[in-house]
């Protein structure tokens, strides 16, 4: 027979494994006529572990193997190894077990292993075949059993009579993934095995070396199969050279990954797909910036910074007009003059990027990316120092000026009426939240700005608003629109960035609860030059790309009584 190179026992029936299972009679019937791979000590994470293939012939006895090396150099060594006897034992793996204890009755053979010791003491290779003039056979034993002598003529017809009942055996019903894989080639075979080799994860290191027993198995592994893809789930697999199984009852730690890892392999997420961003670019962590727009688009620009304000006040009593008495004298009439006038001020913010960064970045414009960012900031922080103020004490090098951009809540009382919320020191959420309603609606009397006001205030008061009930325990606001109107506002907008801000004036502390302004009062002005600019700059000696963006620009109310600034302070505290 010059078909295959040798033959043996890939498996034998009603003999004990190494690893406690014993195989029945027919337990791979199925499997007769079928053609495996050969491999190398069950080692499938290389190709060139690969070394032929072997034709399976299910026996009364067991499963008998006949095999062919492949052409490749590990194929040609291993025959070497073959015929010279330095190599005797076969192994098979197996996986989709169905056993009944420890006995197994039906599982799927994945592929044969030449190893240095078998688990099944049965499984061996019993005739070796020289191809060539000088010899047709050779029986070599090495188990001490029965050796079986094979003639070239009788293996034809043997051959003859497993091909012949392969191709009487029934189809199933349905195609597996398995049957579908033996209608490749060998040449496809071999590029799925390259590929299947490169997922797996095995770990090759022995168990226990001062137990290890070359008589009992050989070294202690653990092997995967990507071929289980069925829709029953695998209750165990086999794969002998004394291998442990590879999974437990799935269904016992409810997920393929944790029965897995309680095998201890460990990364087992390298066989599962990569992770995958949501979004193009990444997200950034930051404050809800709703209000920063609303502020910058609704302050008055000027294309000049410099700003002055000549006011003449005409509300005092000797501004006012007088009865004539004839033959009196006619006094004049007295006011005063009030100026202001504000200078810009320089706002930045910079960054840099290593450029070997910029350039291995390729899944985003990383550099459009980060200019995104600090405008965003650079917006937020004119917008939060013209309402607010910047926060920064008045030693920080960082600090706005508040000179060139002047703080709505805490500008000349000429400007920002300051009207306190007096509540009990031990004052309920609904009792402060009453007072500021009743304060709001009063100070209205004393506005002088334009149009019809916004509310900016925080998402505490404004809850607490909406939160108040009438004696029926009926919620009073239903709507933030209803809420607005009944304190005289176009529009309610939380400020972030307003949370827990307080002054302390002659000893007693206020807290900012809301402002009530209408933006086109507040004037930010700039220079042709002082827009907001963006500038970029390569810093050769620390490869280092770097980023400016800047504006120069001044900031400020120009109407007086423009703004209403509501407080919370303690009954205590107004004495």
């Given at each position: 027979?010059?078909?295959?190179?040798?033959?043996?026992?890939?498996?034998?029936?009603?003999?004990?494994?190494?690893?406690?299972?014993?195989?029945?009679?027919?337990?791979?019937?199925?499997?007769?006529?079928?053609?495996?791979?050969?491999?190398?000590?069950?080692?499938?994470?290389?190709?060139?572990?690969?070394?032929?293939?072997?034709?399976?012939?299910?026996?009364?006895?067991?499963?008998?193997?006949?095999?062919?090396?492949?052409?490749?150099?590990?194929?040609?060594?291993?025959?070497?190894?073959?015929?010279?006897?330095?190599v005797s034992a076969l192994s098979i793996y197996a996986n989709q077990l169905k056993?009944?204890?420890?006995?197994?009755?039906?599982?799927?053979?994945?592929?044969?292993?030449?190893?240095?010791?078998?688990?099944?003491?049965?499984?061996?290779?019993?005739?070796?075949?020289?191809?060539?003039?000088?010899?047709?056979?050779?029986?070599?034993?090495?188990?001490?059993?029965?050796?079986?002598?094979?003639?070239?003529?009788?293996?034809?017809?043997?051959?003859?009579?497993?091909?012949?009942?392969?191709?009487?055996?029934?189809?199933?019903?349905?195609?597996?993934?398995?049957?579908?894989?033996?209608?490749?080639?060998?040449?496809?075979?071999?590029?799925?095995?390259?590929?299947?080799?490169?997922?797996?994860?095995?770990?090759?290191?022995?168990?226990?070396?001062?137990?290890?027993?070359?008589?009992?198995?050989?070294?202690?592994?653990?092997?995967?199969?990507?071929?289980?893809?069925?829709?029953?789930?695998?209750?165990?697999?086999?794969?002998?050279?004394?291998?442990?199984?590879?999974?437990?009852?799935?269904?016992?730690?409810?997920?393929?990954?944790?029965?897995?890892?309680?095998?201890?392999?460990?990364?087992?997420?390298?066989?599962?797909?990569?992770?995958?961003?949501?979004?193009?670019?990444?997200?950034?962590?930051?404050?809800?910036?709703?209000?920063?727009?609303?502020?910058?688009?609704?302050?008055?620009?000027?294309?000049?910074?410099?700003?002055?304000?000549?006011?003449?006040?005409?509300?005092?009593?000797?501004?006012?007009?007088?009865?004539?008495?004839?033959?009196?004298?006619?006094?004049?009439?007295?006011?005063?003059?009030?100026?202001?006038?504000?200078?810009?001020?320089?706002?930045?913010?910079?960054?840099?990027?290593?450029?070997?960064?910029?350039?291995?970045?390729?899944?985003?414009?990383?550099?459009?990316?980060?200019?995104?960012?600090?405008?965003?900031?650079?917006?937020?922080?004119?917008?939060?120092?013209?309402?607010?103020?910047?926060?920064?004490?008045?030693?920080?090098?960082?600090?706005?000026?508040?000179?060139?951009?002047?703080?709505?809540?805490?500008?000349?009382?000429?400007?920002?009426?300051?009207?306190?919320?007096?509540?009990?020191?031990?004052?309920?959420?609904?009792?402060?939240?009453?007072?500021?309603?009743?304060?709001?609606?009063?100070?209205?009397?004393?506005?002088?700005?334009?149009?019809?006001?916004?509310?900016?205030?925080?998402?505490?008061?404004?809850?607490?608003?909406?939160?108040?009930?009438?004696?029926?325990?009926?919620?009073?606001?239903?709507?933030?629109?209803?809420?607005?109107?009944?304190?005289?506002?176009?529009?309610?907008?939380?400020?972030?960035?307003?949370?827990?801000?307080?002054?302390?004036?002659?000893?007693?502390?206020?807290?900012?609860?809301?402002?009530?302004?209408?933006?086109?009062?507040?004037?930010?002005?700039?220079?042709?030059?002082?827009?907001?600019?963006?500038?970029?700059?390569?810093?050769?000696?620390?490869?280092?790309?770097?980023?400016?963006?800047?504006?120069?620009?001044?900031?400020?109310?120009?109407?007086?009584?423009?703004?209403?600034?509501?407080?919370?302070?303690?009954?205590?505290?107004?004495?």
């Open positions: 027979m010059k078909t295959f190179d040798f033959s043996g026992w890939a498996t034998r029936n009603n003999l004990k494994c190494s690893d406690g299972r014993t195989i029945l009679k027919d337990a791979f019937k199925h499997h007769n006529g079928k053609t495996v791979p050969l491999v190398w000590n069950h080692q499938h994470n290389d190709p060139l572990n690969i070394l032929g293939h072997a034709l399976l012939e299910n026996r009364d006895d067991g499963v008998y193997a006949y095999c062919k090396f492949n052409e490749t150099e590990s194929g040609k060594n291993a025959k070497l190894l073959v015929e010279h006897g330095d056993q009944q204890g420890l006995n197994v009755l039906h599982g799927a053979i994945r592929e044969l292993s030449l190893v240095l010791a078998g688990a099944n003491p049965g499984a061996f290779i019993d005739a070796v075949i020289r191809h060539g003039e000088e010899s047709d056979e050779e029986a070599i034993i090495y188990t001490g059993e029965n050796i079986s002598m094979y003639h070239a003529e009788d293996k034809k017809e043997e051959e003859k009579l497993v091909k012949e009942d392969s191709k009487n055996e029934k189809k199933e019903n349905e195609e597996t993934v398995a049957d579908v894989f033996e209608t490749l080639n060998e040449k496809q075979k071999t590029v799925v095995y390259a590929m299947i080799g490169q997922a797996l994860e095995e770990n090759d290191e022995p168990e226990d070396n001062n137990n290890n027993n070359d008589s009992k198995g050989g070294d202690k592994v653990m092997k995967h199969n990507v071929f289980d893809k069925e829709d029953t789930i695998c209750e165990d697999v086999l794969s002998h050279a004394d291998t442990e199984a590879i999974f437990a009852n799935v269904k016992r730690y409810g997920s393929l990954r944790d029965a897995v890892l309680a095998h201890g392999i460990e990364n087992i997420d390298y066989l599962f797909p990569d992770a995958q961003n949501v979004t193009n670019t990444p997200q950034f962590i930051q404050r809800e910036m709703g209000w920063v727009q609303k502020v910058m688009n609704g302050v008055h620009h000027t294309p000049f910074s410099r700003i002055k304000s000549i006011f003449a006040d005409i509300t005092e009593e000797d501004a006012r007009a007088k009865g004539y008495i004839k033959g009196s004298f006619k006094k004049e009439e007295v006011f005063s003059l009030l100026k202001r006038t504000t200078t810009p001020t320089t706002i930045y913010k910079k960054q840099k990027l290593d450029r070997d960064d910029v350039v291995d970045i390729t899944d985003f414009d990383v550099v459009a990316w980060l200019k995104s960012e600090m405008r965003v900031m650079l917006d937020e922080e004119i917008a939060r120092a013209a309402l607010v103020g910047d926060g920064r004490l008045s030693s920080s090098d960082d600090k706005v000026n508040e000179q060139n951009i002047r703080p709505i809540w805490t500008d000349s009382d000429l400007y920002t009426i300051k009207t306190p919320v007096t509540v009990a020191a031990n004052a309920t959420a609904d009792e402060k939240a009453k007072a500021f309603i009743r304060a709001a609606i009063k100070s209205r009397k004393n506005y002088k700005g334009s149009g019809e006001p916004t509310l900016y205030t925080t998402e505490d008061v404004l809850t607490d608003c909406l939160l108040m009930e009438d004696t029926t325990s009926r919620v009073i606001y239903d709507s933030v629109s209803k809420l607005a109107t009944a304190l005289r506002v176009k529009e309610i907008v939380t400020v972030p960035v307003m949370e827990d801000l307080s002054r302390t004036v002659a000893s007693d502390e206020y807290t900012l609860m809301g402002i009530i302004v209408n933006l086109s009062d507040y004037n930010i002005g700039a220079d042709k030059g002082g827009a907001v600019n963006m500038f970029d700059d390569f810093d050769i000696d620390y490869n280092a790309q770097k980023y400016l963006i800047e504006t120069r620009c001044s900031g400020a109310l120009t109407k007086p009584y423009s703004a209403i600034a509501l407080e919370l302070t303690t009954e205590d505290a107004q004495g």
